[in-house]
């Protein structure tokens, strides 16, 4: 009996055998939930290519989505080149949304998001003078295809400047 209980309470509290619903904040970018795979990226600068995959899960009693990446680096030629992995947290604050983001060596604070509920959703960081300003876009093409791209706009400029770019598949 007591194994039962733990088996439950284990099943009840697992993430991949139960889902928390959004809270209504969250709803309009539900469509990230998933797990996702990418084989397509393409890094603008270098003529890298990426492969990865992507978790979102909704944490905090349906109060944000965190966002779970690896991704895998190629050169131009195929040859494997690194690789390295990812966090994004996003959640609701002060009536809009929020998002932050890291590898470990870079930390992007998105403070202004625009969604288009169950559409797209573009994360941008605050202008600063010395820093560039990064924007984030997730865009459904189809139930079971997001387009990512993520670019910058340098210092003192005001066009953005492409840096990736792929789709996402999903994978469940």
């Not at 680096?73 to 890291?102: E, H, N, V």
């Amino acid at each position: 009996m007591k194994l039962a209980a733990v088996i439950i309470a284990v099943c009840l509290a697992s993430p991949a055998l139960s889902q928390t619903a959004l809270k209504p904040d969250l709803a309009g970018v539900g469509f990230l939930v998933g797990h996702w795979t990418s084989d397509d990226g393409k890094v603008a600068d270098t003529g890298q290519t990426s492969k990865g995959s992507s978790l979102i899960t909704v944490e905090a009693n349906g109060e944000a989505l965190l966002r779970r990446d690896h991704t895998d680096l190629f050169g131009a030629k195929g040859a494997a080149a690194g690789g390295f992995d990812q966090i994004m947290l996003i959640y609701p604050d002060g009536g809009s949304l929020r998002a932050d983001y890291t590898d470990g060596v870079h930390v992007i604070h998105y403070a202004s998001v625009a969604v288009m509920a169950g559409k797209s959703v573009t994360f941008t960081s605050a202008p600063q003078m010395s820093a560039p300003t990064f924007q984030l876009r997730y865009e459904m093409q189809t139930p079971n295809v997001i387009a990512v791209t993520f670019a910058m706009i340098p210092p003192g400029q005001t066009a953005l400047h492409p840096i990736a770019a792929g789709t996402l598949k999903r994978s469940e």
